[in-house]
């Protein structure tokens, strides 16, 4: 190189120093010539930030008595006070990070120019001090998470980052002492595998807590934030060890640690948890097999509600829910009772709610398949119980809307007689040619026959609701219309499943939430009168939300109350301090007195003759209840709704994996899932459905008072 190139350099170099002095003495001496106001002020706002934005911290989750079910975060992270932080970890941080922490002001003069004049030849060079460093995690792990332009600028090598960082850290040396800079890096710095700040990092790598950190351990973590990847110890325990032993000798340097006690140290493993880092999951799969289904629904049920994913699971929040360990127990062996968790494509559901005029809470949501990631081990996190599956029908469940449209639109009574024919041929509802036995075989018209043929030709509406008669509830359909029984589906509880194209047949609407508000049920079908093809909608060919299906029997036994299925008692923020928040308001959205006396008429299905009989028999039941049976052509799915004044529920089982085919029902743990059309589709919704709710209910009744149903009403008795 020429001496007048070297000349040149040293010249730029010269001037490029003075520049970054004269910023870096501006927040003392004022914006004289060099920096702008505006550039003064976009400083100021940035250092503002860093005290206003608060670092991620880990959401708990927990059940109604405040048990922690689950963790959900993106940074796992433990905040940790000065006086928690052991002596050695302060000093092995300082030694290897910033040995004149506690002289400079923010900037350590001569470091920082060397960094920029290495820089400015194509080097990189760090020099930055603790206080530097703290600004510059605060920004990437903090101010930028989430935005991948912003890191990128927290983390440019460039004179113009360094010198506003320099600057911010000057401005945080006049507002924050010494040991609180030094506790909020510790806090906020990430050293591997979402484990950010000293309190998450004792505990995943020794299980220990920052106050018990010795010198071994904080030379290990000490040294680890440099390249945290890249000095993992378990995935380079080499690196880690030589990484360990060089802070160790900077430890002997600063006076902080005996050589004679590095030298042993420095013999040693590295003595971190054998097995990875013991660590929370950091989302709902930690809420393990049983939990993980009602920790799901809790959160789709904030973010349907307007939360944010991140609000969630960056807060620090305290989420209280309303699961009842009991019941979701008691459910989960329900489940598994009746179907096998290993048994390949059948899944059995059961959703509790507990009823009332201000709030349905949910209780308890559980499969007998397990809620996590292992496939091979049958597990699924799909929202099973609380989900709408385009797969599943709820079958005759349905006929409660065709009855309640029916009372409330005036064309029967609970103790009215009905006809149910063997076999019915619908004019009304049209469809392709079909045989349809002693009527008119080969005629164009939906057909419908019952399920064997020891109905009589006529009952009472309320021995229908409790014997099921496929006829005689579409001969109701089209005496109603469409729309009213369309509207009572979605009034009485099925909202969500109704906004995703359930009654269709469809496939879910992912904005099914926001086409709930927006659509008018009624234009899908007609104001009042009926479409062709959609006969079957009372024996519930739809796709259904079981919980849904259960808040619809809380809403009956509510006396016509309708409430949004919640799960959240009580929501707080990191401070202990309540987060408003409010579910949707209940309606009454049908005349009490319908309500009650659907009740009544619904009362008669575990009793001799009722299609729950068996199930409940089974378990010596004898309260008071509603019940309803429901079971979808080829016996593919099948469900129990029902509801003591207690507690609702319903119980699912269907194919979530492949919906084409059938359901052998042989006993209580003998089910499997069958190809369409086989002999052995002997699935029912008075077999596996049933006696899972009666399974259940029966153990959480147990010492509770036995409540009568409400009295019906004498003007929906008879019309």
């Not at 042993?264 to 393990?288: H, T, Y």
């Not at 809380?554 to 929501?571: D, K, N």
């Not at 259940?696 to 003007?715: F, H, Q, T």
Request: proline fraction near 7%; include cysteine; hydrophobic fraction near 35%.
């Amino acid at each position: 190189m020429r001496k007048s190139d070297g000349l040149l350099k040293l010249l730029g170099l010269c001037l490029l120093a003075g520049v970054l002095v004269a910023g870096l003495l501006f927040p003392i001496v004022g914006a004289a010539g060099v920096v702008s106001n505006q550039a003064s002020e976009t400083v100021d706002d940035m250092s503002s930030e860093l005290a206003d934005v608060p670092p991620p911290l880990v959401t708990n989750v927990t059940d109604a008595q405040g048990n922690r079910i689950a963790t959900l975060y993106e940074q796992y992270r433990i905040p940790t006070a000065s006086d928690e932080i052991s002596e050695a970890m302060k000093w092995a941080m300082i030694s290897v990070e910033d040995r004149r922490f506690y002289q400079h002001r923010g900037v350590d003069w001569k470091g920082t120019l060397r960094a920029a004049i290495s820089t400015s030849t194509g080097n990189t060079q760090g020099a930055s001090t603790l206080t530097q460093q703290y600004v510059k995690n605060y920004l990437i792990n903090v101010i930028y998470r989430g935005d991948e332009l912003g890191q990128q600028k927290a983390q440019e090598v460039s004179i113009a980052r360094k010198l506003k960082e320099a600057r911010i850290a000057i401005q945080l040396e006049t507002k924050m002492p010494k040991d609180q800079i030094l506790t909020g890096y510790l806090n906020v710095v990430e050293f591997s595998r979402k484990i950010y700040g000293i309190g998450a990092a004792a505990r995943a790598y020794f299980g220990t807590t920052p106050d018990k950190l010795n010198a071994a351990q904080a030379a290990l973590l000490a040294g680890m934030v440099n390249n945290p990847p890249k000095f993992d110890p378990w995935n380079h325990p080499e690196a880690a060890t030589e990484r360990r032993n060089w802070v160790l000798e900077k430890m002997v340097e600063n006076r902080k640690l005996a050589p004679e006690d590095a030298k042993r140290i420095m013999g040693q493993d590295l003595g971190v948890l054998p097995d990875g880092p013991d660590k929370p999951a950091s989302n709902c799969v930690g809420a393990g097999p049983g939990n993980g289904f009602f920790c799901q629904y809790v959160e789709d049920y904030l973010l349907q509600s307007g939360l944010t994913e991140d609000e969630i699971y960056t807060g620090g929040w305290t989420i209280r829910t309303t699961m009842d360990q009991k019941a979701n127990n008691e459910a989960k062996r329900a489940a598994e009772e009746q179907v096998d968790k290993n048994e390949d494509n059948v899944a059995n559901t059961l959703s509790l709610v507990r009823p009332g005029k201000d709030r349905h809470e949910v209780v308890a949501l559980a499969a007998n398949r397990d809620y996590g990631t292992d496939k091979d081990k049958g597990q699924t996190v799909y929202a099973l119980p609380s989900g709408v599956w385009n797969v599943t029908g709820a079958g005759s469940s349905y006929k409660i809307f065709t009855a309640a449209a029916a009372m409330e639109e005036g064309k029967v009574g609970i103790y009215d007689t009905i006809q149910t024919p063997k076999n019915h041929l619908s004019r009304v509802f049209s469809g392709s040619p079909a045989p349809c036995p002693y009527i008119a075989p080969y005629t164009r018209g939906y057909c419908v026959k019952n399920s064997g043929d020891h109905y009589p030709s006529s009952m009472t509406l309320q021995q229908a609701l409790a014997t099921s008669p496929n006829t005689g509830f579409v001969i109701l359909e089209e005496k109603v219309g469409m729309g009213p029984v369309v509207d009572m589906t979605s009034k009485l509880g099925m909202r969500k499943s109704m906004a995703g194209n359930a009654a269709t047949g469809g496939e879910p609407d992912p904005d099914a939430e926001q086409r709930e508000a927006q659509v008018d049920q009624k234009t899908w079908f007609g104001p009042k009168e009926n479409s062709p093809g959609l006969g079957s909608f009372t024996l519930g060919v739809s796709p259904t939300s079981g919980l849904e299906l259960a808040n619809v029997a809380a809403t009956i036994i509510s006396g016509g109350t309708w409430c949004p299925p919640t799960p959240i008692a009580e929501i707080t923020d990191r401070n202990g301090e309540k987060i408003p928040f409010k579910d949707k308001p209940c309606e009454q959205v049908i005349d009490e007195g319908l309500a009650n006396t659907l009740a009544v008429g619904m009362s008669k299905d575990d009793v001799a003759g009722g299609t729950s009989a068996r199930a409940a028999s089974a378990v010596d039941w004898t309260r008071p209840m509603i019940g309803k049976t429901g079971t979808t052509q080829h016996n593919g799915s099948a469900s129990f709704v029902g509801a003591t004044p207690q507690l609702a529920g319903a119980a699912m089982v269907f194919r979530p994996d492949s919906p084409n085919g059938g359901l052998h029902y042989g006993s209580p743990g003998n089910v499997t899932a069958v190809p369409q059309g086989s002999s052995l589709s002997t699935m029912f919704g008075g077999k596996t459905p049933a006696q899972t709710w009666f399974s259940a209910m029966s153990k959480l009744m147990e010492g509770e008072p036995v409540e009568p149903l409400p009295p019906s009403d004498p003007r929906y008795e008879h019309m």
